[in-house]
């Protein structure tokens, strides 16, 4: 179920007391760059923030704590999020006659999931790129005889595998997607930059702008 701001900063808001900062940068900025996003960072006067953005099929969130100099502030996540991760699984057995997908994602309950990018690289140089099915994904053997690695993405999440090896001869790959603190973001070393009632957030994924929300 798809979670709003509204449903996320209660839950952020109970932190951990630091010790008391100037006011200075400290209040709530809100964030709207088009009509699919809505973003929310409030920067509390013990030190501590909370954020929150919603865009598309994106959630995200992040706690910890603040600190201000010359006009900016830099956010240091406290608890680390643990960040999801593919692992290897067990093969899937053939049911009756039918013969198990060449390529299966799954999260570890089994429930088969759909939009993992993946690419292929074949003996001969050769990539296949592609995208699962909640059923998995199959291929002609004949577009690569040689199958060597493959690499794992969930591009909302901005997920990535390393490359892993392919047997010779393998016939059906599993792989789970392991939540973790999956939505959890580690925002330490993020830069936010304050000219009057605006707070410019840079990140590796590119800049949100906030403005200062009037007091109620």
Request: aromatic fraction near 8%.
């Amino acid at each position: 179920m798809k979670r709003t701001l509204r449903h996320l900063l209660p839950c952020l808001l109970a932190l951990l007391p630091f010790p008391a900062l100037a006011a200075g940068a400290a209040g709530l900025y809100t964030g709207n760059e088009g009509h699919e996003m809505a973003a929310e960072l409030l920067l509390r006067e013990d030190g501590s923030y909370a954020y929150a953005l919603s865009v598309g099929a994106l959630d995200e969130e992040s706690q910890g704590r603040w600190e201000e100099r010359d006009g900016a502030i830099t956010l240091i996540t406290e608890p680390k999020p643990v960040p999801p991760r593919f692992t290897p699984a067990p093969a899937i057995a053939a049911s009756g006659t039918e013969p198990p997908p060449y390529l299966l994602v799954t999260l570890p309950n089994g429930r088969g999931l759909a939009g993992i990018d993946f690419t292929i690289t074949c003996a001969d140089g050769t990539r296949i790129d592609g995208y699962t099915q909640v059923y998995g994904w199959d291929f002609a053997s004949e577009t690569c005889t040689a199958p060597q690695a493959i690499t794992l993405r969930e591009p909302i999440h901005a997920i990535e595998s390393p490359p892993y090896p392919i047997a010779p001869g393998a016939t059906a790959l599993h792989f789970h997607l392991v939540p973790n603190d999956l939505g959890r973001v580690d925002l330490t070393g993020t830069f936010g930059v304050i000219a009057g009632e605006t707070l410019t957030l840079v990140r590796e994924r590119g800049q949100i702008r906030f403005r200062r929300a009037k007091p109620r």
